[in-house]
């Protein structure tokens, strides 16, 4: 299911946000709505992105920049799936120059797992 959620894994809260086949602009509107989300909430969180099927734009990539700095001082630790070949190149550059430390995993259950230790 494409969106976001809070999810409970281990006893620990995952802001878990699915990107899974949505457009660009489907993408972006997500991502808005889960950084108000993580704002309401107010409280520090692990972060999980499903970015399957999914090329992260310009657009995309600005809007991770914005939105990663706004929610950074609620957020414990990331990471995302879904990205392989060409979007690793991108994804890898994007965490060097921006300073983000999201570690990318093959599947939701071993980014979940990381996440909660």
Known sequence: ???YSL???????????????????????????????????????LRLSNMTGVFAVKEVVEK???????TNH??????????????KVLFNAFNRFSGNSTRAFDTVGDAKDWLVI
Request: proline share 2%; glycine share 10%.
């Open 74 to 87: 609620l957020t414990i630790k990331r990471a995302a799936v879904g990205i392989t070949g060409a979007k």
């Open 7 to 45: 999810i409970n894994y281990k006893g620990k809260d995952i802001l878990y946000v699915d990107y899974t086949g949505m457009s660009k602009d489907e993408i972006l509107r997500t991502m808005d709505e889960a950084t108000v989300y993580a704002l309401e909430l107010n409280k520090p969180l």
């Open 1 to 3: 299911m494409s969106g």
């Open 64 to 70: 991770a920049k914005v939105s990663g700095k706004t």
